[in-house]
């Protein structure tokens, strides 16, 4: 079992650069999500995924696009980076469908925006 | 506005003495909480977690305790040790909402165990 994994675990774009960051796991998990830590900020939520086919947007959705095409994967595309979109990124997943849930994070993916 | 406060940036606690890391939150919606764990370069990893109906949660050295009156937790460690430290999260979720797995955290206190 691999858990929750992320590639890549470090990316430099330039401002207008598209990217992927690709989150994958195999504990036939139905729940995804992914969130961004920021110095002083905490993890915030920016897209979740309660099953194949269903997004829907977290607290900071702004630049992010997501889909869930299987189970098992959870994309997140940035159209044209920012330097604000500098940060971490963790991908996480869970079961579902039960009110205590512990949500299984990835490694996360550092990206810095120049 | 920060639904989840962790007010104190960083703590230092010698070995074998306890740590308290405390925790506030504003919406009285939360229902579920939980304690997370994160070394550098890596995920957060769950370390402990408490239900509303319940004022405290035990699993060995890790202790969290839940004042839904004052909208407070606190996670006690005992005894503390080196390994113990990393980054504490403190994130809390709505069942209400039908999405349990939509964390709101706190920003974190770094707790670090001295000789």
């Known amino acids: 079992n691999a858990g929750v994994t992320q590639t890549p675990k470090f990316q430099v774009l330039k401002t207008g650069q598209s990217m992927t960051l690709q989150c994958a796991q195999d504990?036939?998990?139905?729940?995804m999500s992914w969130y961004r830590q920021d110095p002083g900020m905490g993890l915030r939520l920016i897209h979740y995924?309660?099953?194949?086919?269903?997004?829907d947007q977290g607290e900071v959705p702004n630049g992010y696009n997501v889909s869930r095409s299987t189970t098992e994967d959870f994309p997140l595309r940035l159209l044209s980076a920012a330097p604000s979109q500098t940060s971490v990124y963790f991908c996480?997943?869970?079961?579902?469908?039960?009110?205590?849930?512990?949500?299984?994070f990835g490694p996360g993916t550092r990206l810095l925006v120049l | 506005d920060q639904q989840v406060k962790q007010n104190s940036p960083s703590l230092s606690v010698q070995e074998g003495r306890i740590s308290i890391l405390n925790c506030d939150y504003t919406?009285?919606?939360?229902?579920?909480f939980l304690w997370y764990k994160k070394y550098p370069a890596e995920g957060p990893t769950f370390l402990i977690s408490?239900?509303?109906?319940?004022d405290k949660n035990e699993d060995g050295r890790f202790t969290v305790f839940l004042n839904k009156s004052a909208k407070h937790l606190s996670l006690h460690i005992v005894p503390s040790q080196p390994g113990d430290s990393a980054v504490y999260f403190c994130?809390?979720?709505?069942?209400?909402?039908?999405?349990?797995?939509?964390?709101?955290f706190g920003t974190g206190t770094r707790l670090q165990v001295t000789l």
């Open positions: 504990m036939n998990h139905e729940y």
């Open positions: 408490i239900s509303s109906i319940k």
């Open positions: 994130a809390a979720s709505d069942w209400a909402t039908g999405t349990a797995s939509k964390l709101t």
């Open positions: 996480a997943s869970s079961y579902g469908g039960q009110k205590e849930e512990t949500q299984y």
């Open positions: 995924s309660v099953g194949a086919g269903i997004t």
């Open positions: 919406n009285s919606m939360f229902d579920y």
